[in-house]
């Protein structure tokens, strides 16, 4: 892969929304017509139905919406327990619930025939595993709906060609300016999905129009969320967010499940999991992910006095 850059080293950011209220924020009136929009990119970018499809950082179910009656089988994954039980709320107990760590993916190969992983991808430190671990999970033809941070978007060419920032947006290394915030070049992504097995077939852009909040906050019902502009924002790559789809282009097809222990493998050794009265237990290492009040804890380690139930 021409121009690839080393991963940017981050502190974990897996559980990096753990007690804290995140549909506050989408809950300003700016970040609803963001919101609105990135809903709207999402319900078009997925196929119309499915068999699987794994909502990855999925935070309080905010794109719910878009998927839940879409696909035969939900499983809605996040770093953070506590936005699972917003997520449990927001569905109404529709989905499968899973307690894990983005890097270490207990599903098995070719789990999954859609998978959505919006707003996670910026805080990812080693962006080609965490990409060869999602394209393991899905199936041959699979999709992934995925959005970065651009680095190359236009409010950072014209800060840059007025010597307002010291940033280059036209280099393909990645930049991280704030903690756990990643800005990636389109050039990098592209390279990226194309070593990992993945075609890519849609572009959308995001970011723009819910600025104009700031400049006409009594307008803000008024003003559009960019919907109809999304595809010449993403192709042109100069929108701060991007939105794409990605086809796994040679995996094994979909494998037969009649229920979630026949795609859970282990994440400390990639081995069988069987079912047991309040977990799931490694035929292999025996280590025991725990039932937590209808969230299956998938993580490799469990926090220290988190009650265990069924």
Same mark, same amino acid.
């Not at 970040?31 to 970018?45: G, M, N, P, R, T």
């Not at 996670?120 to 709906?145: M, Q, W, Y």
């Given at each position: 892969m021409k !121009? @690839? &850059?080393?991963?940017?080293? %981050?502190?974990? /950011?897996? !559980?990096?929304y753990e007690d804290v209220q995140y549909n506050e924020y989408w809950n300003e009136m =700016?970040?609803? $017509?963001?919101?609105?929009?990135?809903?709207? *990119? &999402?319900?078009?970018?997925?196929?119309?139905?499915?068999?699987?499809? *794994? =909502?990855?950082g999925c935070g309080y179910g905010r794109l719910a919406d878009c998927y839940i009656n879409r696909f035969e089988t939900i499983v809605m994954f996040d770093g953070s327990l506590s936005l699972l039980r917003a997520a449990q709320t927001t569905t109404k107990g529709k989905a499968i619930y899973i307690l894990g760590d983005i890097n270490y993916l207990p599903f098995r190969p070719s789990a999954f025939d859609s998978a959505l %992983? &919006?707003?996670?991808?910026?805080?990812?430190? =080693? /962006?080609?595993? #965490?990409?060869?671990? +999602?394209?393991?999970?899905? #199936?041959?033809?699979? !999709?992934?709906? %995925? !959005?970065?941070?651009?680095k190359r978007n236009a409010y950072r060419i014209i800060k840059f060609l007025l010597k307002d920032t010291p940033h280059n947006p036209f280099t393909p290394e990645s930049l991280t300016v704030e903690p756990n915030f990643v800005h990636h070049h389109p050039d990098? *992504?592209?390279?990226?999905? +194309? @070593?990992e097995g993945f =075609?890519?077939?849609?572009?959308?852009?995001?970011? &723009?129009?819910? $600025?104009?909040? +700031?400049? @006409?906050?009594?307008?803000?019902? %008024?003003?559009? +969320?960019?919907?109809?502009?999304?595809?010449?924002?993403?192709?042109?790559?100069l929108a701060p967010w991007i939105f794409l789809k990605g086809v796994v282009r040679a995996n094994a097809p979909l494998i037969p499940a009649s229920d979630i222990g026949d795609l859970l493998r282990c994440p400390v050794c990639e081995s069988e999991v069987v079912t047991s009265a309040s977990s799931f237990d490694c035929i292999n290492c025996q280590k025991k992910y725990p039932i937590i009040d209808g969230v299956i804890d998938m993580r490799m380690e469990s926090k220290p006095g988190e009650k265990e139930s069924v």
């Open positions: !121009n @690839a &850059v080393p991963p940017i080293q %981050m502190p974990n /950011s897996f !559980n990096m =700016d970040k609803q $017509k963001l919101s609105e929009l990135e809903q709207a *990119i &999402v319900s078009e970018l997925l196929p119309p139905f499915g068999r699987r499809l *794994i =909502d990855i %992983m &919006v707003r996670v991808f910026h805080h990812i430190d =080693d /962006s080609p595993a #965490c990409l060869k671990s +999602t394209r393991n999970i899905l #199936c041959g033809g699979g !999709n992934l709906i %995925m !959005n970065y941070s651009n990098y *992504i592209s390279q990226l999905l +194309t @070593a =075609d890519i077939s849609h572009y959308r852009g995001a970011g &723009v129009f819910d $600025k104009l909040f +700031t400049l @006409a906050p009594s307008l803000s019902k %008024m003003l559009p +969320t960019g919907r109809h502009l999304a595809p010449i924002l993403g192709k042109s790559l």
